[in-house]
């Protein structure tokens, strides 16, 4: 399997693919320069004038509500429902999910679009499949990624879509497969806007990738491993961020195969 997610990564350098962000202000600059390390090519952009145009250009679309207003809602509509005209896959990542009623309206219209991939929190997973025993934390989960396991399969049944439960250990779920990517450090989490780029990073893998679950695991593996990697020579936060997009870059393939700590559930 590790061999098989090293030609992934290799074969998004070679294709270098462009993706189309719809993604909030906060994380812009990051999930830019994170596609670029891994070699593809970033657009953002929103201006209704041209969501045809772009998303038609594109080889995949990212969708991220973190900063929502209703212009951007709009946009983020009209660009998933050309994706879908246009055969392209794209990713919706739920930020802040179940914390505001506005959040869970666009939310409701976004997964009715039936995105190729759903990447986010432990949280934002129940709260998106409707499992109201928790609450959401902001951007943060206040429930461990295992526990959102039973909603993730729920939204894979109901909207077809890969779920990637980002966390400690970050599971992919879909149909019958269950595959755990025990790679990471908690340093990661001192940093705004990384599972940011972690979803980024997969709408570029699904751009080129067939096996859509493989395309999700190559690039929850990546990030994790190189944000493992990066940990272990960072002084903090702020260092951390320009080693991990170094090591985006430059992994190596003995790197990636020594650190990778992928198990299959099911």
Not at 20 to 42: K, R
Not at 123 to 140: P, Q, R, W, Y
Request: hydrophobic fraction near 45%.
């Amino acid at each position: 399997m590790v061999a098989s997610l090293w030609k992934n990564i290799l074969l998004v350098r070679k294709k270098s693919p462009l993706v189309h962000n719809i993604t909030n202000f906060v994380v812009m600059n990051n999930t830019a320069n994170a596609l670029l390390a891994v070699g593809a090519s970033p657009i953002m952009a929103h201006a209704h004038a041209e969501i045809d145009e772009m998303t038609s250009l594109c080889a995949s679309l990212v969708i991220n509500i973190g900063t929502l207003d209703e212009y951007w809602v709009e946009a983020m509509c009209k660009a998933a429902k050309k994706a879908n005209q246009a055969s392209k896959p794209f990713i919706l990542d739920p930020v802040g999910a179940g914390a505001t009623h506005f959040r869970d309206s666009t939310l409701s219209k976004l997964v009715d679009l039936k995105p190729t991939v759903i990447r986010a929190n432990a949280s934002e997973i129940l709260a998106l499949a409707k499992f109201n025993k928790t609450k959401t934390k902001g951007v943060d989960s206040t429930a461990h990624s295992s526990e959102a396991i039973e909603a993730a399969k729920v939204l894979n049944e109901t909207f077809g879509a890969v779920i990637c439960i980002s966390g400690e250990t970050d599971i992919v779920v879909s149909g019958e497969r269950q595959i755990q990517v025990k790679n990471g450090s908690p340093l990661m989490t001192k940093v705004t806007g990384l599972g940011c780029s972690a979803t980024a990073i997969i709408g570029a893998f699904i751009a080129v990738i067939e096996d859509k679950t493989e395309a999700v695991l190559a690039a929850t593996a990546l990030m994790a491993i190189a944000g493992e990697i990066a940990a272990k020579e960072a002084k903090g936060p702020g260092s951390l961020q320009v080693l991990l997009l170094d090591k985006l870059y430059n992994i190596t393939e003995a790197e990636f195969t020594q650190h990778c700590n992928i198990e299959r559930v099911s």
